[in-house]
C-alpha cells in the first residue's frame, strides 16, 4: 500500500470514524482502526461490533491494500503533524505502516486487515431518504429521553416508524416519552418499525456535516441493522430487537387544564427551583392559576424546597385555561424537554396531580413529550 | 430413675422427628413415594402452613388392598428386599420410615386404588394405630391426606417457623421435584392459591419457566450435550453432568437458586455449589451466585444416599470425579454457549460484607497507631463527622479529605448508603415519601417462593415510596417508585431485597427496604465523581445522624490523624 493525503483531511477523518473504536473490548482488533484503499480515495473504518463507521478521504493512490493499526495512536500522532501532506506506505509483506509528513516520520505495528471484523453491508430493504435539518431536530428532540440503564434493552433505543412519507421517532424511559413526526423526502414501500440504539442516534447527529442536505437510510430486510449514508461517510448500526411499548396509549387524550407558557421564562424558573431541589429528588412544584378577569391574565408558579435548605418560588405570567392545577414533576426532566424545545411558547396539559403531563410546542404539531409527575404532598 | 425401654408410642414420636422435621418434609416424601409409584401427576394441596392440612394425589400405581396397613409399619417397603439391593437404589424411598413416621405426629388418611381393582380402599389413622379400613371409590392412585401435624409433639410445634417461612419451603420441596421431574405434571395449591402448576411435557425449560419465570428461563443455557440425558437415572459411569445454568449475567444473591440432584433426587451439597461457584470464576462478581439446575446421572452403586435420615446429603465413591465431571460440564457450558458481552458501560454492583470479615474494614496497615480509628468510633457511637475539605478521589472509590486532625478517607458507596438510608427512614416515618410514577405499569414476575415472600409483604414496599399490588398469578404491577431510584434498575433492589428476607426470616421488613434501597440508589464504588458532587456528598455525610458507618455497619471513614501521620514519617 502507497498512498498520500493531506494533513487536514486524515485528521477530521480519523475524528469521524473515532468514536465507533471500541472504548473496553475482548476482542482487542476494534481498538484498531482500518486503512484501505479504494480506487482513488483512502477508507478509514472503525467498529465496537454494534455500530461501524466507514469515511473515505480523497488520496492519491500508488499501490493497492490495506492494514489496521492501533486508532488513538494513529489519531494522536496525526493530529500533532503540521498541516502538509502526508505519505501512507506499507511496505510488501510488513506489518508494518510507515506515516511520512514533512520531516517527521513513524513506524507503526498493524494487524492484518482479514483479521479486522467484517462490516456487514446493508444494500437491499427498505430504502429512504430524509433532509438533514428534519433529522438533526428530530433526534435532538427525542433522544434524551432514551432509558440510561439496561433492565429493558428496548428503551434504550428510539423506536422509528417508517410510513409512507412520514418517520415518526419515539424514545421513553419509563418515567417520559417523546414523540417527533417528520417527512421523507422519499416514501418508503412498505410500512416499518425498527428500534434504533440511541447511542446510534446520537452519533448520526454528530456525523451529519452542515453542508449536506439529505441523508440515505437503509433498513435489512430481517431488520437487524441499519445504514446511513452521507456524502463521506457511512454508519451502520445493529439494531435493538424486541417489541417497543404502544406508547400512543400513554399520551392523554383530554386534560382539565391547559398553561400556554414562554419555553425561556418557563425553563429560567425550573432551573432556579432544580437549585433548590438538589436535596429533594429535583422534586419542583408548579402550580398554575388562572386569571381572575378578562384583563388580568393568568399565572404559574414554580417552587422547591428542601428540609435543610430552605424554599424558592418563581412566578410567571400565563395563559391558563381551566382549572386551578398542581402538579410537581422531576425538574430534570422538565430542563430537558425545554432546552431542545426551538419554539418560542409551549402549551403544558394536566389533568390531576397524579395523571402525565404534556408538553407541546405552541404553533407545530409534530412534537408531544409526556412526563409522569412525582406524588408529592401539597 | 431407672432405665426402661420407651415406650413403642414415645420411641415413634422420637424417631419421627428425624424424618419430619417439619410440613414440607412432609411434603418431600409423599410427593417422593408418588414418584416412585410411576405417577405422571402429582397435585400437593396444603393450609395452615401445611400444619393444618397436606393432600398429596397421585395417578401412580396405588397400594394393593391388602399391603396397605402393612405400609405403615416401621421398616415396611416394597422397594428394598435384600441389604444388596441397596447398591442398586434407583427409588427415593427404601427405608419404610416415611409413612409410618408421618402416622405418629399427625392424623393421616390413604384412599389409594391399584391397578386392576374395583375400587379403593380408605385407612385412617391416629397416633399411628389403624382407627377405621373401609371401601372407598378412588381413581387409580393414591390421596394420602395429613392433618394436624405435630398437634401431639407440641414441642415441635413450638419450633415451627411463620406460615410464610414454611410455605417458601413447601413451594421450594415442590419446585424441586418438578424441576427434577419435568415429564410430571406438578400442581401445588397452597392456602387455595394456585401457586405452581407444570406442563409435564419433559422438557427441563418449561419447568424452569414456570419455576422461575421467564425471565431467568430466557437465560439458562443447556449444559452441552444434555439434550436426551436429563430423564436418564440409571447411567453408567463416569457420571454424566445434565441441566441448565444461567448465563454468567444472570446472578443472585443468595444460593437458594442452586438445585443439584443425584439421579434426579433433591440433595444440597455445598462441595458441590462451589464446584459450580468454581466454574463461574471470573464472570460473576464477588458475593453474586449463579443460577444452576444440574442432575448428576451416575450408577446407584456409586453413590451412597443413605447417610442423611431424610436423604438431603449424599455420599459418592468417588467424590472427585464427580465434583470434576461438574465443574467441567458447566465450565464447558458457559464458554462455548455464554453469549458475547455486550458493549456497554459495566458498573460496580454492592454486596453485603459476610459478617465474619466486618472487623477487617477500619485496618490502617500501621502497626501501633492502626486501632486509633476503630476505638475512636467506638467512645463515640453518634459522634458527628467534623467539616471535611475535599482534596480528591482515590480509585474512583474513596474520597481524600482534610479535617481539623489529619486525613479523612470516605468510601463514597458506604457514605451515600448512609445518607439515602437516614433520608428513606426519616421519609417513611414522616408518611412523607417521593414517589415518582411510572409511565406505563410495569409487570413484575416473581418464583413460587419470592411470591409467598412478597405476598406477605409487598403492603411495607408501599411505605417506602413503591406503588405495587398483585396482579394475578405470581405477578405484581408497580405503578409508582421512589424518587431515589429514578434511572436505577429497581427491578433488581425488589428482587434482591426478597433474596435478603428469605435468608434472614423476614422479621423487620422495613429495615430491610432501608438498606437494600439505600444499597441499590447510593452512587457506586468505581464511578468518577466532580468535585462539586463530593463536596456535596460530603456535606449530606455531615448532617446524617450516625455518619461514620453505613447501614450494613461498614465504616463510611477512615481518619490518619495528624499525629499518626507525623509517627509514621518519624517526625516526632
Same mark, same amino acid.
Given at each position: ?378 | 430413675?431407672?432405665?426402661? /425401654?420407651?415406650?413403642?408410642?414415645? =420411641? &415413634?414420636?422420637?424417631? $419421627? !422427628?428425624?424424618? %419430619? ?5 412432609? *411434603? ?79 392424623? /393421616?388418611?390413604?384412599?389409594?386404588? =391399584? &391397578?386392576?381393582?374395583? $375400587? !379403593?380402599?380408605? %385407612? ?5 394405630? *389403624? ?79 414456570? /419455576?422461575?419465570?421467564?425471565?431467568? =428461563? ?95 446429603? /449424599? ?258
Amino acid at each position: 500500500m502507497k498512498l498520500s493525503c493531506t494533513q487536514e483531511n486524515l485528521n477530521r477523518g480519523l475524528g469521524v470514524v473515532g468514536r465507533a473504536v471500541a472504548a473496553r473490548t475482548t476482542l482487542p482488533i476494534t481498538n484498531n482502526v482500518l486503512l484501505a484503499t479504494d480506487e482513488s480515495r483512502l477508507k478509514l473504518v472503525a467498529t465496537n461490533l454494534e455500530m461501524a463507521i466507514s469515511h473515505w478521504i480523497g488520496a492519491k493512490v500508488e499501490e493497492e491494500g490495506d492494514i489496521t493499526v492501533p486508532a488513538r495512536l494513529l489519531t494522536e500522532f496525526v493530529s500533532s503533524l503540521p498541516s502538509d501532506k502526508v505519505d501512507l506506505s506499507l511496505p510488501a509483506n510488513s506489518k508494518t505502516l510507515e506515516v511520512t509528513c514533512a520531516r517527521f516520520e513513524a513506524r507503526i505495528s498493524g494487524v492484518d486487515a482479514k483479521d479486522f471484523p467484517p462490516i456487514p453491508k446493508v444494500s437491499e430493504g427498505i430504502n429512504t431518504r430524509v433532509e438533514v435539518n428534519h433529522l438533526r431536530q428530530g433526534i435532538t428532540q427525542v433522544v434524551f429521553a432514551v432509558a440510561t440503564e439496561e433492565s429493558r434493552p428496548v428503551l434504550t433505543g428510539v423506536d422509528a416508524m417508517f410510513e409512507g412519507d412520514l418517520l415518526t421517532l419515539a424514545a421513553a424511559d419509563g418515567f417520559r416519552l417523546a414523540v417527533y413526526k417528520l417527512p421523507l423526502a422519499t416514501p418508503v414501500s412498505e410500512k416499518t418499525e425498527v428500534i434504533i440504539p440511541g447511542r446510534t442516534l446520537a452519533e448520526v447527529n454528530r456525523l451529519m456535516g452542515d453542508d449536506e442536505e439529505v441523508i440515505d437510510i437503509t433498513v435489512n430486510p430481517n431488520k437487524s441493522q441499519i445504514l446511513f449514508h452521507m456524502k463521506n461517510t457511512e454508519l451502520v448500526s445493529q439494531l435493538v430487537q424486541g417489541t417497543f411499548p404502544q406508547y400512543s396509549q400513554l399520551i392523554p387524550q383530554s386534560s382539565s387544564t391547559k398553561v400556554v407558557v414562554d419555553v425561556a421564562e418557563f425553563l429560567r424558573a425550573t432551573r432556579t427551583a432544580s437549585i433548590f431541589a438538589r436535596d429533594g429528588s429535583g422534586i419542583v412544584r408548579l402550580v398554575a392559576t388562572p386569571g381572575s378577569g378578562e384583563l388580568t391574565t393568568g399565572k404559574i408558579t414554580i417552587s422547591a424546597r428542601s428540609e435543610e435548605l430552605g424554599d424558592d418560588v418563581g412566578e410567571i405570567d400565563a395563559t391558563v385555561e381551566g382549572e386551578e392545577a398542581k402538579i410537581a414533576f422531576n425538574g430534570k426532566y422538565i430542563i430537558d424537554v425545554l432546552s431542545v424545545l426551538r419554539e418560542k411558547q409551549v402549551v403544558l396539559e394536566t389533568t390531576n396531580p397524579s395523571s402525565p403531563g404534556v408538553i407541546r410546542p405552541v404553533g407545530v404539531d409534530n412534537y408531544t413529550h409526556v412526563v409522569m409527575p412525582m406524588f408529592v404532598q401539597w | 430413675m431407672p432405665i426402661r /425401654v420407651l415406650e413403642q408410642s414415645v =420411641a &415413634a414420636k422420637i424417631a $419421627a !422427628g428425624e424424618v %419430619v422435621e417439619r410440613p414440607a418434609s412432609v *411434603v418431600k416424601e409423599l410427593v417422593e413415594n408418588s414418584l416412585d409409584a410411576g405417577a405422571s401427576q402429582v397435585s400437593v394441596e396444603t393450609r395452615g402452613g401445611g400444619v393444618s392440612l397436606i393432600r398429596v394425589t397421585d395417578n401412580g400405581s396405588g397400594i394393593p388392598p391388602g399391603e396397605i396397613e402393612t405400609a405403615f409399619d416401621r421398616y415396611a417397603t416394597s422397594k428394598v428386599s435384600t441389604i444388596e439391593d441397596l447398591d442398586s437404589i434407583i427409588t427415593f424411598g427404601f427405608r419404610g420410615e416415611a409413612l409410618p413416621s408421618i402416622a405418629a405426629v399427625a392424623v /393421616v388418611e390413604i384412599v389409594t386404588c =391399584a &391397578a386392576g381393582e374395583s $375400587a !379403593g380402599d380408605l %385407612v385412617s389413622l391416629q397416633n399411628g394405630a *389403624v382407627v377405621e379400613h373401609r371401601s372407598e371409590g378412588h381413581a387409580r392412585g393414591t390421596t394420602v391426606t395429613v392433618r394436624d401435624l405435630f398437634r401431639s409433639v407440641p414441642a415441635r410445634l413450638k419450633f415451627l417457623k411463620s406460615t410464610t417461612t414454611e410455605n417458601s419451603h413447601i413451594a421450594r420441596v415442590v419446585s424441586e421435584c418438578a424441576l427434577a421431574f419435568p415429564e410430571v405434571r406438578f400442581a401445588l395449591a397452597i392456602d387455595g392459591r394456585s401457586v405452581l402448576r407444570t406442563p409435564g411435557t419433559g422438557q427441563l425449560i418449561e419447568s424452569a419457566i414456570e /419455576v422461575y419465570g421467564l425471565q431467568v =428461563a430466557r437465560d439458562l443455557l443447556d449444559i452441552k450435550g444434555s439434550d436426551d440425558t436429563w430423564q436418564g437415572g440409571n447411567a453408567t459411569a463416569p457420571p454424566v453432568v445434565t441441566g441448565m445454568v444461567g448465563s454468567p449475567g444472570l446472578s443472585r444473591a443468595n444460593r437458594d437458586y442452586l438445585s443439584f440432584f443425584v439421579n434426579r433426587r433433591s440433595i444440597s451439597s455445598r462441595s458441590l455449589a462451589w464446584a459450580v461457584e468454581e466454574a463461574y470464576q471470573g464472570m460473576l462478581m464477588t458475593g453474586r451466585h449463579p443460577v444452576a439446575i444440574v442432575n448428576i446421572a451416575i450408577p446407584p452403586g456409586e453413590v451412597d444416599v443413605n447417610i442423611h435420615p431424610s436423604k438431603a446429603e /449424599v455420599k459418592f465413591r468417588d467424590e472427585r470425579t464427580v465434583f470434576t465431571a461438574v465443574q467441567r460440564a458447566v465450565r464447558g457450558t458457559l464458554v462455548e454457549m455464554a453469549p458475547v458481552a455486550r458493549i456497554e458501560d459495566t458498573t460496580a454492583t454492592y454486596t453485603t460484607p459476610p459478617a465474619s470479615t466486618r472487623q477487617l474494614w477500619g485496618t490502617v496497615p500501621t502497626d501501633a497507631g492502626a486501632t486509633a480509628l476503630p476505638m475512636e468510633t467506638a467512645h463515640t457511637p453518634i459522634a458527628s463527622l467534623p467539616a471535611l475539605r475535599v482534596l480528591g478521589q482515590l480509585d474512583s472509590t474513596y474520597i481524600i479529605a482534610e479535617g481539623p486532625d489529619g486525613l479523612y478517607l470516605i468510601d463514597q458507596h458506604a457514605a451515600h448508603e448512609r445518607i439515602v438510608y437516614e433520608k428513606a427512614r426519616r421519609q417513611q416515618e414522616q408518611r412523607q415519601t417521593d414517589v415518582q410514577g411510572l409511565l406505563e405499569p410495569v409487570p413484575f414476575e416473581v418464583g413460587p417462593r419470592q411470591d409467598e415472600v412478597l405476598r406477605s409483604g409487598y403492603r411495607q414496599l408501599e411505605e417506602f415510596g413503591f406503588a405495587i399490588e398483585p396482579f394475578g398469578d405470581r405477578t405484581y404491577l408497580v405503578r409508582a417508585i421512589p424518587a431515589v431510584l429514578d434511572g436505577k434498575d429497581w427491578s433488581a433492589m425488589v428482587r434482591e431485597l426478597i433474596d435478603t428476607i428469605i435468608e434472614g426470616g423476614g422479621d423487620n421488613w422495613s429495615e430491610d427496604i432501608a438498606v437494600t434501597l439505600a444499597c441499590h440508589s447510593a452512587v457506586r464504588a468505581g464511578q468518577t465523581l466532580s468535585d462539586e458532587e463530593m463536596r456535596e456528598l460530603i456535606r449530606q455525610l455531615e448532617q446524617a445522624a450516625m455518619p461514620r458507618t453505613c447501614p450494613h455497619g461498614r465504616p463510611t471513614v477512615i481518619h490518619l490523624s495528624s499525629r499518626q501521620l507525623q509517627k509514621e514519617f518519624r517526625r516526632i
